[in-house]
């Protein structure tokens, strides 16, 4: 099992640039992708940023160019560099930790809020 614990949530003015972290721990499984979803009430979860292991990225088109997802693999953590940050962008953001392939695995953690209000 892997766990996943998020922070660096809560609340942000617009334009402010927050950073997520999440911090994965466990033994005995493998991942290739980690990455940020986010979920504000009445709509579905939606990928914002990912990493694979190899070092390729994807983000959701509306961040693209403001956030920047980064992994650390001697602390098995990802952040999630928020810059300009619109009011849009407040949701609960989940971290997220995956396997792809034939044998596919995924952990979520909690999630954490991100509030933008000036």
């Known amino acids: 099992q892997v766990q996943l614990v998020e922070s660096g949530g809560g609340l942000a003015q617009p334009g402010g640039s927050p950073r997520l972290s999440c911090a994965a721990s466990?033994?005995?499984?493998?991942?290739?992708?980690m990455g940020w979803y986010r979920q504000t009430p009445g709509k579905q979860r939606v990928l914002v940023a990912a990493?694979?292991?190899?070092?390729?990225?994807d983000y959701l088109d509306s961040v693209k160019g403001r956030f920047a997802i980064s992994r650390e693999s001697a602390k098995n953590t990802v952040y999630l560099q928020m810059n300009s940050l619109e009011p849009e962008d407040a949701a609960v953001y989940y971290c997220?930790?995956?396997?792809?392939?034939?044998?596919?695995?995924?952990?979520w953690g909690l999630g954490t809020q991100v509030t933008v209000s000036s």
């Open positions: 997220y930790a995956a396997r792809t392939g034939d044998d596919p695995y995924v952990s």
């Open positions: 466990g033994n005995g499984v493998s991942l290739d992708v």
């Open positions: 990493i694979t292991f190899g070092g390729g990225t």
